[in-house]
């Protein structure tokens, strides 16, 4: 341990202290990594170090493997509806602890509480839908082109999966593919980031008290290092049939790979690098409300945030002006303070990252509206910042900053920028304000992106298909659709 470091007991805080665990989660026990060592995990507002968790290596991944494999015979046989108890229970525990919930997760990964209670109830929301969508499984009889065969279509659990989460969505990104795996039938084993593990760890405890079934849900935290070897074994694991993967599309790359010798069944929510576009005929007010909404929430660390601001040569000043006022009325701070509104950034080399992407910027000629500079509420504290006269050279127009800066670069017809917004390797997210009907059609059409929120800048949830084209990933999370991942078809011909 660093000495400068002080050792919190986050306990404290909580109104029920169990929650906070520090084991790794196997077969429904909380068990130590076979080496015996941990990692710190830190509170990135503040650096201290809040818990010392198991560092589990390759050969405890096995271990999960395994057990996730003799748990499948019993939970995959259980009727879709007794499953869906179990899971609306956990779905209750899940609600009741809210706020304990939220100040883990705020400790852990810096963001406002507010943010944290609604990150709760977004990631409980994929446990409440999938419990109710596992009873709608259905398989089809086909027409039978023979007189003397009957054509069956079986929907059936694609068998042991596993799930590799980010930081920035610490209970939400394993809800999303915990709750739609365990409905269809299918046992998992998850390794969240290596910063924020106690949320993974707290939802073990509750869907343990809820009366989930020992080696359904295992959860294997591990420090980075770790985490690649835990990639390698999962990746070349014949018993895992699905790796469900959030995170960079960088890693997302590595892992693909590795997934191809096994040819295993992968799903991919990767990076993004959202356009946000105001036409001239934009409510310039709620475009705002949207920019601020998109753009700063969990700090600009999210795959979803506008990461480019187009908006027209009409209304370029009075937006910027209105939206700089709205920008520098955020309250910046420790997210456990009530009232705040931004938090920190994850580490040190995410606040590198931003601090490259303005200076890079300026350097080429944009100019800083507002920000532009460190926080002084403490460690990784960056102001909410927007560059204006951004152009198409500048790295912070391709590169994903994962952090609260927004460059503003005008344009004047609507061609040019729909061609502009679809120049990224990303396809994630994509945001435009219009009142002008045809125009909402023609550009939500041509924008070549997963999702497209039009006069909104917020437009996930559990009912919803979340995910991306292009080099943002495969597969959709969340909606009716979000199970398919997780069943196979097979094919019944019956002769008579
Ligand atoms: P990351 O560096 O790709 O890490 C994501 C997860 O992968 C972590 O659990 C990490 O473990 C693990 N990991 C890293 N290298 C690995 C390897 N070689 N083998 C196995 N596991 C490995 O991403 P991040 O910084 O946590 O998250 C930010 C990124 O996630 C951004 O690009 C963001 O856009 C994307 N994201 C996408 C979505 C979406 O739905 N499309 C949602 C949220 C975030 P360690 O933490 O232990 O290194």
Redesign the pocket.
Known sequence: MNASLQQIDIRSHLKDPSLFREDAFINGKWVKAKAGTTFSVNNPATGDIIANVANLNGADAELAITVAEQALIGWRSKTAKDRAIVMRKWFDLIIANTEDLAILMTLEQGKPLVESRGEVAYGASFVEWFAEESKRVTGAILESTWGDKRMLVLKQAIGVCVA??????PIA?ITRKIAPAIAAGCTMVI?????TPLCALALAELAQRAGMPAGVVNIIP???D???A???V??ASPTIRHLS????????R??MA?CAPSVKKVAL????HAPFIVFEDADIDAAVAGAIASKYRNSG????CANRFYVHQKVQAIFVEKFAKATQAIKVGNGMTEGVSQGPL?DDAAFAKVEKHVADAISKGATLVTGGKANASGLNFYEPTILSNVTSDMLITYE?T?GPVAPIIPFDNDEAVVKLANNSQYG?ASYFYSRDIGRVWKVAEALEYGMVGVNTGIMSNEVAP???VKQ??LGR?GSIWGMDEYLEMKYVCVGL
């Open positions: 590799i989460t980010p930081w920035n969505f990104m390794k969240p980031a290596e910063q591990s420090d980075a770790q985490s690649i835990i990639g390698k999962v990746c993967f959030t995170g960079s599309t960088e890693v997302g590595i892992l590795q929510e990767l990076g993004g660390q999210t795959c979803v994850i994903e994962f994630l979340f995910g991306g943002s990933g999370e």
